[in-house]
């Protein structure tokens, strides 16, 4: 490891080795990837199941292969790897705190890549009635003991949230011989892909109890049985419906938080929609030369769309490092209503664009036949038709450079009916 | 005999309502003709993908990650499990390398999905 590197990205998961084989291939040589864990890859290296790949790599592969494909691509040179590392701070000068086994330095750079992803939300954050046994973990804690470690978590699971992950794990703990009494969701769809409710549940047998809540947690020493009872239209516990289901095991997939401690002592601004940085169309942060990518950003569905990203964070911090990056004009914002929840990128310099725009959103509920318009000034830019939109499948839009032309202040982003013909 | 499934075939997730002939189901709920191709595949011949770990000795992981390198017929799901749940390699290996050759005469190995 040396003191100063033109780019130092902190994270060695998919985000981070894209942007850092990106920022290779657009000539930086003295790259830094630092990883907390003992190898890379990150959260791919327990996705054992298969899925990833079908948009970047046009074929269908496991978390691990996806995840090896970079970082054979990394160890062609040029990125220096530290690994079991942990960063403890980076300022707005770009000096990064470090601390390992050998103990604390600090390493200087031109541009930082945050690419630290996200972490999962707690019971904790859920308050749950009931015991505190053993027995209650998150479903990614899950996978990585049954996928990495090699540890079976329980015999009788309950899964609470709709999420991919906890559908993920419900196969996956069939398939090595436990139980799955029910996966419980307190609203009223699946909060993960429609495939993985068909592949990881029906076709295992496992009920998906929707617009239910687990409404107690029983046991001394270990769980022993959980309490699950309906709720309304507005998440409400309905009285007189619960129900026991014993088991030895509570598993929460209720959500990822984008992980931006350091972020924020960097002096980054985060956007209170995502939990990630405000971004620009280079996937540069109110920092000048700070970039972010992948779920530190904000939470994305599909790794494929992650490496996009990512690259394109790469390729902008090695034009910043190169003085090629073009600050002309003023920003324009995204503002987005009508059922979408957010934008990624949140702004842009139209100066800097490149010829395409892709843009990143979330809707609040299920939609059918929607066009997604952009507005300027009460001027419509462009609108693209989708004909099926679900908050556990990120809508994304790829917007030519030419339709931003003459834009100031805010470009607006809304959801309208197909059937009315405005 | 009616029966209901959920085209994955695309992201819209139809809901399929089934009766006639496994082989020429008579299907409803389909926005497109894919949806009745779907529907016949998962009723004549379903298969799966089946990924999960194998022991691994020298390794910096006590077991390694493993997947079947195309779909296997659905009704092996769970004795593929038992053959996996067998297998001990010794580390290095690298991704592609074969664990379990031609399992169930179904031409369908079992290989490693990453460097150990």
Request: glycine share 10%; with cysteine.
């Amino acid at each position: 490891m040396k003191s100063k590197y033109d780019i130092i990205v902190i994270g060695g998961g998919p985000a981070g080795l894209a942007a850092a084989v990106e920022a290779r291939e657009n000539g930086i040589n003295n790259i830094l990837v630092l990883e907390r864990d003992v190898e890379l890859g990150g959260i791919l290296q327990q996705c054992i199941h298969n899925g990833f790949g079908l948009f970047y790599f046009k074929e269908e592969l496991t978390g691990p292969e996806y995840a090896q494909r970079f970082i054979n691509k990394v160890n062609e040179g040029g990125i220096d790897i530290v690994l079991d590392t942990i960063v403890t701070s980076i300022t707005v000068d770009k000096i990064v705190s470090i601390m390992n086994t050998e103990g604390k330095r600090d390493i200087s750079a031109k541009s930082v890549i945050l690419a630290m992803g996200c972490r999962e939300r707690t019971r904790g954050s859920i308050a749950i009635p009931g015991d505190r046994p053993a027995g209650v973990f998150t479903a990614g804690t899950a996978q990585r003991y049954i996928n990495i470690e090699g540890y079976m978590v329980g015999k009788s699971v309950v899964i609470l949230g709709s999420g991919d992950i906890g559908m993920i794990m419900a196969r996956r703990i069939v398939l090595e011989g436990g139980e799955v009494k029910a996966v419980v969701a307190r609203s009223s769809f699946p909060k993960g892909l429609t495939r993985n409710v068909v592949q990881c549940l029906d076709h295992y047998d496992i009920p998906l109890l929707l617009s239910h809540n687990i409404v107690e947690i029983k046991g001394r020493e270990r769980v022993e049985r959980v309490v699950i009872a309906q709720t309304d239209e507005h998440k409400q516990v309905i009285p007189g419906t619960e129900k026991g289901y014993d088991c030895d095991t509570v598993l929460l997939s209720v959500g990822l938080i984008p992980e931006n401690e350091l972020s924020k002592l960097a002096g980054v601004d985060l956007d209170p929609k995502t939990g990630g940085p405000v971004v620009n169309e280079s996937m540069e942060t109110s920092v000048e030369g700070i970039f972010a990518c992948g779920n530190v950003v904000h939470v994305h569905d599909l790794v494929d769309f992650v490496t996009e990203e990512s690259r394109r964070a790469g390729r902008n911090a090695a034009r910043y490092v190169n003085e090629e990056f073009n600050r002309e004009g003023e920003y324009v914002s995204f503002s987005t209503s009508g059922g979408l929840t957010y934008a990624a990128p949140q702004r842009f310099r139209y100066s800097n664009l490149p010829d395409k725009l892709d843009v990143f959103m979330r809707v609040d509920k299920v939609y059918q036949d929607q066009f997604v318009i952009l507005e300027n000034e009460g001027r419509e830019l462009a609108r693209f038709k989708e004909r099926h939109l679900t908050p556990g499948e990120m809508v994304k839009i790829t917007a030519p450079k030419e339709i931003f032309t003459g834009c100031e202040g805010k470009v607006r982003i809304s959801l309208v009916p197909r059937g009315d013909k405005t | 005999m009616k029966s209901e499934l959920i085209c994955i075939t695309c992201p819209m997730g139809c809901r399929l309502s089934i009766s006639g002939r496994p082989d020429e189901p008579i299907v409803e709920g389909n926005k497109c003709k894919r949806g009745i191709a779907y529907a016949k595949d998962e009723l004549t011949n379903p298969i799966r993908m089946i990924c999960s770990t194998v022991k691994i000795s020298g390794g910096i992981h006590t077991i390694v990650p493993v997947k079947t390198d195309r779909a296997i017929p659905e009704k092996y799901k769970f004795q593929i499990m038992k053959l996996i749940n067998g297998v001990e390699v010794q580390s290095p290996v690298e991704m592609g390398d074969v664990v379990l050759e031609n399992v169930f005469d179904t031409g369908v190995n079992v290989v490693v999905t990453r460097n150990m």
